[in-house]
């Protein structure tokens, strides 16, 4: 292969009997090249040649695993998307320059597949074998993980090359450490076992402070794909290195920004804080943490400190102040058994549930809101209250009668997605309810029935499939409330059977009569 170019940049030149120069100074000096002067693609296709060409004894016998590991650290950040000094959504020149990423990260992806299929080959020499291959495979996972990471779905700074390039390097990883996926990679293959997620966070850690988090834009999109890899029980040994970014990335005033922590602080409170709510939970956790400053501190501390919010319940109704959204309303609802189990433990007064508190605010902005967008977002929720609290819904079944009614009445666009979440809402109050249903049976019945004929009558953009869905979902409303109210629905509903001429509203009758 001719590597003249490469020599000639590295001015090494000599006499043909003299040996090799040596791989640290090879490597040291193609750092250099890179992080110095323009020209990197052809230096990074070079490297690429030089590492396939060269003997797996020069390049990892006898050497330190510090120079390969300074070299990745270097190409990482020579395809690393541009640094910010503000925060913003675009930049001036942005796009540009992120195109010019993509194109070095894919040149770079390159070289790292090179040296991790060099590495693999190099297992099976006898020279060098799993005692020298070990500790370097170990100083460049991290870092050839996070650059795979960063480019490895759809970004700004990345394209089709780039991306496949960091798919194929995923998996490389994963069979060079003998995994069989990358979450196994992370958190290990048994419980007892650590894998690379503290290497991993060990890298992002000094990028993911307040002062640092938003200069790279990258960043909280690793940490973000990353952290759902690493489940129960591996997760809790890392309490304390994902919860603060976590919070962090949330507390941000963009919109963005609040819905992607919140995502990961839903995954760590599913993940742990669930767990370790129950005092067996606390002991098993605490039994797993593995560095000494963890094991000083009882995890029951630490998850009281962050997430109990002291004695004033009130603090945690200021969540759902956040820009009301599918991903905040569905975290609050696993988030707030938690707090009970705390207040009941420290036997705190409480004359309502923190669920309670939270859904009555709830219902205090689905009622008065006219925003469609905002108003699917409350209907797409509620069913998950109702089957949180059970019996207890009926604490609020005035207030969400009144939602349930308003509603039914409204259609909400093509999809329906309001109306279908409240149908459901109202099928789940029913089975949890049911006792208080009968006294509400006129005006449900009534709100029921002016739907389906809205629904059926529809000659706007409504599919076929959503209508069905509509129709279906009432009629299961009317067998559910025939049931509770010992048929009265079904006496109701024949002299409307009877005079009904449009098919479609018919067959949703015949249904009720039938199976209620």
């Given at each position: 292969?001719?590597?003249?170019?490469?020599v000639?940049a590295?001015?090494?030149?000599?006499?043909r009997?003299?040996?090799?120069?040596?791989a640290?100074?090879?490597?040291?000096q193609?750092?250099?090249?890179?992080?110095?002067?323009p020209?990197g693609?052809g230096?990074?296709r070079?490297?690429?040649v030089?590492?396939?060409a060269?003997?797996?004894?020069?390049?990892?016998g006898g050497r330190?695993?510090?120079?390969?590991?300074?070299?990745v650290?270097?190409?990482s950040?020579?395809?690393?998307?541009?640094?910010?000094?503000?925060?913003a959504a675009?930049?001036?020149?942005?796009d540009n320059?992120y195109?010019a990423t993509a194109?070095?990260?894919a040149?770079?992806?390159a070289v790292?597949?090179?040296?991790?299929e060099?590495?693999?080959a190099?297992?099976?020499?006898e020279?060098?074998g799993?005692?020298?291959?070990?500790p370097?495979?170990?100083r460049?996972?991290?870092?050839i993980?996070v650059?795979?990471?960063?480019h490895?779905?759809e970004?700004?700074?990345?394209?089709?090359r780039?991306?496949?390039?960091?798919?194929?390097?995923?998996?490389?990883?994963?069979?060079?450490?003998d995994c069989?996926s990358?979450a196994?990679?992370?958190r290990?293959?048994?419980?007892d076992?650590e894998?690379?997620?503290?290497?991993?966070?060990?890298?992002?850690?000094?990028?993911?402070?307040?002062?640092?988090?938003?200069r790279?834009?990258?960043?909280?999109?690793?940490?973000?794909?990353t952290?759902?890899?690493?489940t129960r029980?591996w997760l809790?040994?890392?309490?304390?290195r994902v919860?603060?970014p976590?919070?962090?990335?949330?507390d941000d005033?963009?919109?963005?920004?609040?819905?992607l922590?919140v995502?990961c602080?839903?995954?760590?409170?599913?993940?742990?804080l669930l767990i370790c709510a129950?005092?067996?939970?606390l002991r098993?956790?605490t039994?797993?943490?593995?560095?000494?400053?963890i094991?000083e501190?009882?995890?029951?501390s630490r998850v009281?400190?962050h997430?109990?919010?002291?004695e004033?319940?009130?603090?945690i109704?200021?969540?759902?102040?956040?820009?009301p959204n599918?991903?905040v309303?569905?975290?609050l609802l696993?988030?707030l058994?938690?707090l009970?189990?705390?207040r009941?433990?420290?036997?705190l007064?409480?004359?309502?549930?923190?669920?309670?508190?939270?859904?009555?605010l709830?219902?205090?902005?689905?009622?008065?809101e006219?925003?469609?967008?905002?108003?699917r977002?409350y209907?797409?929720?509620?069913?998950?209250?109702?089957?949180?609290l059970?019996?207890?819904?009926a604490?609020?079944l005035?207030r969400?009668?009144r939602v349930i009614l308003?509603?039914?009445?409204?259609?909400?666009?093509p999809?329906?997605?309001a109306r279908l979440g409240?149908?459901e809402?109202?099928?789940?109050?029913?089975e949890?309810?049911?006792p208080?249903?009968?006294?509400r049976?006129?005006?449900l019945?009534?709100a029921?029935?002016?739907?389906?004929?809205?629904?059926?009558t529809?000659?706007?953009?409504t599919?076929?499939?959503?209508k069905?869905?509509l129709?279906?979902?009432a009629?299961?409303?009317?067998?559910?409330?025939d049931?509770?109210?010992?048929?009265?629905?079904?006496?109701?509903l024949?002299?409307v059977y009877?005079s009904?001429?449009e098919?479609r509203v018919?067959?949703?009758?015949?249904?009720?009569?039938?199976?209620a």
């Amino acid at each position: 292969m001719e590597l003249s170019g490469l020599v000639r940049a590295l001015r090494l030149e000599g006499p043909r009997d003299e040996q090799p120069p040596p791989a640290e100074q090879v490597l040291l000096q193609l750092g250099l090249l890179l992080s110095q002067g323009p020209g990197g693609a052809g230096v990074l296709r070079d490297l690429a040649v030089l590492i396939e060409a060269a003997d797996g004894q020069w390049l990892f016998g006898g050497r330190s695993p510090v120079a390969l590991g300074e070299l990745v650290a270097t190409l990482s950040g020579h395809a690393a998307p541009p640094k910010r000094e503000q925060d913003a959504a675009d930049l001036p020149g942005e796009d540009n320059a992120y195109a010019a990423t993509a194109e070095r990260a894919a040149d770079v992806g390159a070289v790292f597949l090179r040296l991790l299929e060099k590495l693999e080959a190099a297992k099976a020499q006898e020279s060098l074998g799993v005692p020298v291959v070990g500790p370097i495979l170990g100083r460049v996972m991290g870092p050839i993980y996070v650059f795979a990471a960063t480019h490895v779905v759809e970004r700004p700074w990345t394209n089709a090359r780039s991306q496949s390039v960091a798919q194929e390097l995923l998996a490389s990883l994963v069979r060079a450490a003998d995994c069989g996926s990358v979450a196994e990679f992370l958190r290990g293959k048994d419980e007892d076992e650590e894998g690379r997620f503290a290497a991993v966070m060990g890298i992002l850690k000094q990028e993911l402070t307040k002062d640092t988090w938003k200069r790279n834009p990258a960043t909280k999109f690793v940490f973000s794909w990353t952290l759902p890899h690493v489940t129960r029980p591996w997760l809790g040994r890392y309490l304390e290195r994902v919860l603060p970014p976590s919070l962090l990335i949330s507390d941000d005033y963009r919109e963005d920004n609040k819905i992607l922590g919140v995502h990961c602080l839903h995954h760590i409170i599913l993940n742990v804080l669930l767990i370790c709510a129950s005092s067996t939970g606390l002991r098993s956790c605490t039994t797993r943490c593995t560095t000494t400053s963890i094991r000083e501190r009882p995890l029951s501390s630490r998850v009281g400190a962050h997430w109990c919010f002291g004695e004033n319940t009130s603090r945690i109704t200021q969540i759902s102040h956040l820009t009301p959204n599918q991903a905040v309303l569905l975290c609050l609802l696993d988030l707030l058994p938690i707090l009970e189990r705390a207040r009941r433990q420290q036997k705190l007064p409480r004359p309502t549930a923190a669920c309670d508190e939270v859904l009555q605010l709830v219902l205090t902005h689905t009622e008065a809101e006219h925003r469609l967008a905002l108003r699917r977002v409350y209907a797409k929720a509620l069913p998950a209250f109702v089957q949180r609290l059970g019996i207890l819904i009926a604490r609020h079944l005035k207030r969400l009668e009144r939602v349930i009614l308003g509603y039914l009445e409204v259609c909400d666009g093509p999809e329906e997605e309001a109306r279908l979440g409240i149908l459901e809402t109202l099928q789940s109050t029913i089975e949890h309810a049911w006792p208080r249903m009968p006294c509400r049976l006129p005006v449900l019945l009534k709100a029921l029935l002016r739907m389906m004929w809205d629904v059926h009558t529809d000659r706007g953009s409504t599919p076929e499939p959503v209508k069905a869905a509509l129709l279906q979902g009432a009629t299961q409303c009317l067998i559910l409330l025939d049931r509770c109210s010992e048929g009265q629905v079904k006496v109701l509903l024949e002299g409307v059977y009877s005079s009904c001429e449009e098919n479609r509203v018919r067959e949703c009758l015949r249904q009720v009569q039938e199976n209620a």
